[in-house]
């Protein structure tokens, strides 16, 4: 799910987590002649060293970018998330310490941190026109199936720690019934459901290779994108990240 206010480059809707519709086509950077998405790419170079040899760890699985099309979605992701990487840099700084821990108690590869960057900027207070809420945007009915508490008194997806938790038994759920890392990720953005049905209609051999709605199909380079920024922020002209306590509610 994707908070729509956040930041442009955040502007996928927040339908990932609810009865798995299909996202509203809403893409703003599209990659054609005369938009700033096109000048960007184009404008935009990223070290060799960082694409090679062209193959990336995500979540310890092996993810080919040999194929151009690949390559060529990745660096539009980069090209888009690295404009707004600076301001994100700053919550990293104090939501990755909180997080990263809670994923290691789960199981959860360090890498899904990341998917709270995508999601709502890391604002734990990012609310989509369609309800999602939270760091991790869950809409209300995903959030009280793994474990939250919502209603009128109270609403847990505000709780950067709680709903944490809740994002790491989600993730676990999905790997239970796919084993692949990518096709969880993708889960998150479409559902369980959807993502599951679209294995078995279209036999790929490696998730990535789905074909889904726009916004889904660039998610996961999305995510992978946000990974290659934060590991290599010298390349994008910031700093290391320096971890802070979080300010208690």
Not at 196 to 203: A, D, F, M
Not at 228 to 234: D, E, G, R
Request: hydrophobic letters at 40%.
């Amino acid at each position: 799910m994707i908070f729509a206010a956040c930041s442009s480059f955040l502007s996928l809707p927040a339908d990932a987590q609810g009865p798995d519709p299909k996202p509203r086509r809403i893409l703003p950077e599209e990659e054609t002649e005369g938009t700033p998405a096109y000048e960007d790419l184009n404008a935009f170079e990223v070290a060799d060293s960082l694409l090679a040899p062209n193959v990336l760890l995500f979540c310890g699985q092996k993810v080919n970018l040999d194929p151009m099309d690949r390559q060529r979605k990745l660096r539009r992701e980069l090209a888009s998330l690295s404009r707004a990487s600076s301001a994100l840099q700053e919550r990293a700084e104090i939501f990755f310490p909180l997080v990263e821990p809670i994923l290691e108690k789960h199981g959860i590869p360090e890498d899904f941190k990341f998917l709270m960057v995508i999601e709502s900027g890391m604002n734990p207070d990012a609310r989509s026109p369609v309800g999602a809420l939270g760091l991790w945007q869950f809409m209300k009915g995903t959030a009280r199936e793994y474990g939250l508490k919502v209603n009128r008194k109270i609403d847990e997806r505000l709780d950067a720690e709680k709903s944490t938790h809740a994002a790491c038994r989600y993730l676990k759920d999905a790997y239970s019934k796919f084993h692949d890392w990518v096709a969880v990720a993708q889960s998150y953005n479409i559902g369980q459901n959807r993502i599951g049905s679209e294995l078995k209609r279209q036999q790929v051999e490696e998730a990535i290779d789905l074909q889904l709605v726009e916004e889904t199909n660039r998610y996961i380079y999305r995510l992978m994108a946000a990974k290659i920024i934060f590991t290599h922020p010298a390349n994008f002209g910031l700093k290391e990240i320096r971890y802070r306590k979080l300010r208690r509610r």
